[in-house]
């Protein structure tokens, strides 16, 4: 069985740092391109980054330069940096993974909460 | 940047009627859209993709149709667990991949 398992979210205030993990099990893990997305509270979804297995990395406008995508395969796990952070970064954010290369995402997280405040 | 639009933000149907719910594209996407079902306090979960495909798992009362730029998903007799949000998502031009705002089906 897919299992995504998110971790590392909290309150933290605008400027701070936080780094999301997301352990993976189930499936042969380097093999996959595995996204970020997130949810702000009551709104819809919002695609914010992606790597895939040859760690090719793509990130939404809002985050470039801000959010840094790693994967460890040895480790199945993987990252999200997350420094500089604004008020509008507070959301769920889901790490779900890739159809092979193809980003449509077949198995999701269930999440892990960051909230920015000051 | 691809713009996906949904409608209605809101649809109310009846238990064991047929619900269709609507997305376009700002362009072409082809056949690479998919669509996701979210139930409150949970993660969303794919329901379609290449526009008309279920995965496994996913009953044969969701049905999904379209190119280019119109799709629809279609539930033909809906069931308690359907009332949901549901989201469409383009991964034809991308990066950003990019989702619609979402409908919510609720019960009539």
């Known amino acids: 069985e897919v299992q995504l398992v998110e971790s590392g979210g909290g309150f933290v205030q605008p400027g701070e740092s936080l780094r999301l993990s997301c352990a993976a099990s189930?499936?042969?893990?380097?093999?996959?391109?595995i996204n970020w997305v997130r949810q702000a509270p009551d709104k819809g979804l919002e695609w914010v980054s992606y790597?895939?297995?040859?760690?090719?990395?793509y990130y939404a406008d809002s985050v470039r330069g801000r959010f840094t995508i790693s994967r460890d395969n040895a480790k199945n796990s993987l990252y999200l940096q997350m420094d500089s952070l604004r008020d509008e970064d507070t959301a769920v954010y889901y790490c779900?993974?890739?159809?092979?290369?193809?980003?449509?995402?077949?198995?999701w997280g269930q999440g892990t909460l960051v909230t920015v405040s000051s | 940047e691809i713009v996906m639009t949904q409608s209605p933000a809101t649809l109310s149907v009846s238990p064991g009627e047929r619900a269709t719910l609507s997305c376009r594209a700002s362009?072409?996407?082809?056949?690479?859209l998919a669509w996701y079902q979210q139930k409150p306090g949970q993660a969303p979960r794919l329901l379609i993709y290449?526009?008309?495909t279920r995965p496994t798992g996913i009953p044969a009362r969701f049905s999904g149709s379209g190119s280019g730029t119109e799709f629809t998903l279609t539930i033909s007799s809906l069931q308690s667990e359907d009332f949901a949000v549901y989201y469409c998502q383009q991964y034809n031009n991308w990066p950003p991949i990019t989702f619609g705002q979402g409908t919510r089906l609720e019960i009539k």
């Open positions: 189930g499936f042969t893990f380097s093999s996959y391109s």
């Open positions: 790597i895939d297995d040859g760690n090719t990395k």
């Open positions: 362009q072409s996407v082809s056949s690479n």
């Open positions: 290449g526009a008309s």
């Open positions: 779900a993974r890739g159809a092979g290369p193809i980003p449509y995402f077949d198995s």
